[in-house]
Every structure is written in structure tokens, then in C-alpha cells.
């Protein structure tokens, strides 16, 4: 059976070695290089762990070091570092804290006699049904024919709308920067996401001893540094937190300007009913953009691969019915993917909720 992956981020890599594991002959195709910056940090909570199981890839997960520290306390900080909410020990989620890289590493190496295809963007030309293959065509030209694609391709996937199962995408009302610290920090034993008014300020100790730091602001899209006549995106971020408790000024100063990144958030503008089409899957943001406020985003794409590797992995030897192995893949991923996507929306709706005792802390 060859099964084609297109997108080489986490739920792509995730789900090429899961099916390889599972007996296929597998592909990656991923529009851009190998080196490609792949962003800053990332955090999974338990279910990404069973999700992992499912795909083989549980012993090399356990062994990546990860954050935070034993000891470290969870908490949420008003504007002024004052501790407003500490959670208890058995509270706090099991989340496990990585540098985004250091993951994608991990999922590369468990790809090791997988083909990846870089700076290879493909398009879809034909989804295929129970007797066509699916088909699909490289920039210039070459087509080649598929019993199955897996679209992993992000937030604005054009798969999805080639299948015309998008709804579109609609903007959260909010921006994020996102940075990892060039050394090591000292976070006061401390991580969590802090909420002001309209702002958030988040602080996640990697093993490492780096500090991975993301800053939330309500704003109009497209409000980039370039467009504020800011020199960088450190520098829109160091203004608009100007105001805020000194370490979450001390994180963002101890992180390398062009390590800043920054993304307007969108999110499905409403959850799709289903995530396959004739022999084509939807996996990861492309079947549930959600914005990252329940930290799932990741960990829901972790879990497509898992359904996926274990649908493919109990189907008949030789005899897999595509079609039908897809339908109970959307019978199994849709009804949660839309929860989680609600829910995200609703959480970041009420953390970015005016709060106007603690507008005092914003800069003028």
C-alpha cells in the first residue's frame, strides 16, 4: 500500500512514522528545506503521551528530556507579579515542555527509512474512490499516484479546499510573539500563563534551563512591527509589555531579536464535519485549526496520526479498504477535534476579556 504524507510538521512527521511502523510504504512531501525554522516552544499533555504508544513511538518520547523542573510551581500572575491563582500538586496537568525543534527531531529520526521530499510542494489533482487513485502533482509537473494522501499541510491547507470541506478561517481577535531565551534563566521555580487586561504573558521553563516565553495582545491583524514602524518584532513586544512584572520584561530582553517570532491567530471559522474525502485524510491544523489556548493544537494532530496508524495497522492484509478505513477515521476524530476547537475559541474569548481594574498596567 503507498501512502503519501503531505506537510512534514508534527502531525505529518508524526503520522509518517506511525504508518511505516504499521507495515506501509510511506512519503513525505514538504514545500519547504530541511532546515526550515520550525518555530519556538510546545507543550503536550497526556494525551499526546498515549498518542505516541499508538504510533511505537513511546520509549524514544519518554527518553527526550522536556521541562519543567520536578518542584516547579504552576501559577498565574496579574500584570504587577503578584501570584493571583497557585495551583496544588495534584492540579497541575502533566505537561511535558519541549523546544519545538528538539521535537521535531525526535519525529525526523523516527522517520529514518521514510523518503522526504523537501522544498517539494505538491498539489491534489484527483481524490481518488474506490477503484481511482488518488493523484498528485509536484510544481513542475510530475504526477505521481497514491491508494492513500494524508494532507498535513497547516492552518491555510489547500487541500481542504480542493475537497471543498473549508469553511474558512476566521481571525481570534489576537496576536502572539513566541521566543525561547538564548541561555539559561531563572523563572523563580515558576510557570504558568498570566492574564491582564486583554494581555497575556506566558512563561515555560525548557530542560534545557532556556525559558520559552509567549506574549498575547488583542489587536487588528496585520499590526506587524513593519507596520508600527518598529524596527523588530522583540520591539513590538518589549512596548507592548513595557508595563508588565520585571521577569516577563527579562524574558523577552534575553531572547535574540530574530528568535521572535510573531502570528495573528486564526482559527476554522466552524469545525468540519468530516476529515476525509474519496481517498484523501485531513490531519492536524488542516482538519482543526484551533488557536493554541488549551495548548491541544499539537496533541490533537498527534492523535489523528494514531487513529490513522491504528485503522491501517488492524485493516485486512493486502485488502485495505481506503474509503471505508477513512469514514471511521472522521467517525472517530471529528466529534472531538470540534469540542476541542470550541473550547479553544471560548478560552481565548474570556482570557482576552477587557479587564479595566488592570488597564492601568497597559502603556499609554
Known amino acids: 500500500m503507498r501512502i503519501a504524507v503531505i506537510g512534514g510538521g508534527i502531525a505529518g512527521l508524526a503520522t509518517a ?12 512531501f514538504e514545500r519547504s528545506s530541511r532546515g526550515a525554522a520550525p518555530g519556538a516552544g510546545i507543550s503536550l499533555f497526556p494525551n499526546s503521551r498515549a498518542a505516541m504508544r499508538t504510533l511505537g513511538l513511546l520509549d524514544g ?3 527526550l528530556p522536556h521541562g519543567p523542573a520536578p518542584g516547579t510551581r504552576t501559577v498565574m500572575r496579574r500584570p ?13 496537568p502533566k505537561v511535558r515542555m519541549f523546544h519545538r525543534n528538539d521535537l521535531r527531531e525526535f519525529l525526523l529520526d523516527s522517520c529514518r527509512g521514510v523518503p522526504i521530499h523537501w522544498d517539494t510542494a505538491v498539489a491534489l489533482d484527483d481524490d481518488g474512490d474506490t477503484v481511482r487513485p488518488a493523484v498528485l502533482t509536484t510544481a513542475d509537473g510530475r504526477q505521481s499516484a497514491w491508494d492513500l494522501v494524508v494532507a498535513a499541510d497547516g492552518v491555510r491547507s489547500a487541500t481542504r479546499g480542493f475537497l471543498s470541506l473549508d469553511p474558512g478561517l476566521r481571525y481570534a481577535g489576537y496576536t502572539a510573539w513566541r521566543g525561547v531565551t538564548c541561555g539559561r534563566v ?16 506566558g512563561t515555560v521553563p525548557l530542560a534545557d534551563g532556556r525559558v520559552y516565553w509567549f506574549a498575547v495582545a488583542s489587536e487588528q491583524a496585520g499590526r506587524t512591527a513593519a507596520a508600527k514602524g518598529l524596527g523588530s518584532e522583540k520591539e513590538a513586544a518589549e512596548l507592548e509589555f513595557a508595563s508588565w512584572y520585571p521577569a516577563a520584561r527579562a524574558l523577552i530582553a534575553a531572547t535574540d531579536e530574530a528568535e521572535v517570532l510573531r502570528h495573528d491567530l486564526y482559527h476554522l471559522a466552524a469545525p468540519l464535519k468530516t476529515f476525509h474525502r474519496g481517498r484523501v485524510a485531513l490531519a492536524g491544523d488542516a482538519a482543526h485549526a484551533m488557536t493554541p ?10 492523535e489523528d496520526a494514531a487513529a490513522l496508524t491504528a485503522l491501517l495497522r488492524s485493516a485486512p492484509v493486502g485488502d485495505v479498504d481506503v474509503v471505508g478505513l477513512l469514514r471511521r477515521y472522521s467517525r472517530l476524530r471529528v466529534p472531538k477535534a470540534a469540542r476541542l476547537l470550541r473550547a479553544s475559541r471560548l478560552m481565548g474569548r474570556v482570557a482576552q476579556r477587557r479587564r479595566p481594574r488592570w488597564d492601568r498596567f497597559r502603556p499609554a
Open 293 to 302: 489556548d488549551l495548548g491541544q493544537g499539537a496533541g490533537c494532530g498527534l
Open 61 to 63: 518520547y519518554d527518553r
Open 17 to 28: 512514522a506511525g504508518i511505516a511502523r504499521a507495515g506501509a510504504a510511506v512519503e513525505v
Open 80 to 92: 504587577n507579579g503578584k501570584v493571583a491563582l497557585a495551583f496544588p500538586a495534584w492540579a497541575r
Open 186 to 201: 531563572d523563572t523563580g521555580g515558576m510557570a504558568g500563563e498570566d492574564w491582564g487586561s486583554r494581555q497575556r504573558f
